[in-house]
């Protein structure tokens, strides 16, 4: 499985922005889907989660109601549709996939398949 994250860039507080995450190779091993994104000097964390077979979706707390994440099959694609950017928000956003049968839940780690981060800066 591949993943080719884009869509990120510099904007002001308030934006909007919608990075991109096409998908190729043996999708039918995947579990679940998510945008993780590390700030500088701070751990990785969950910004957003989709399981692959029912589409059930996971934000973490400080982005829900500002945040979407969607997929299109016919493109396989996931987006992340996010809004009201705050400075916060600034970071190295990855989308990554998780292989079935892997331990925990599809919010959590770990992920076995990470495409290359896009950055996001939102600054006034």
């Known amino acids: 499985v591949q993943l080719q994250a884009s869509g990120g860039g510099s904007l002001q507080p308030g934006g909007s922005l919608t990075l991109s995450c096409v998908i190729s190779g043996r999708t039918s091993s995947i579990y679940s889907v998510a945008w993780i994104r590390q700030a500088p000097g701070k751990e990785r964390e969950f910004a957003a989660a989709?399981?692959?077979?029912?589409?059930?979706?996971y934000y973490m707390d400080s982005v829900k109601g500002r945040f979407t994440i969607s997929r299109d099959d016919n493109k396989n694609a996931v987006y992340l549709a996010m809004n009201n950017l705050k400075p916060e928000d600034t970071a190295v956003y990855y989308c990554a996939a998780k292989r079935r049968f892997r331990p925990n839940g599809f919010a959590e780690p770990p992920y076995d398949w990470w495409g290359h981060g896009t950055q996001v800066t939102v600054s006034s």
């Open positions: 989709l399981r692959w077979g029912d589409s059930t979706t």
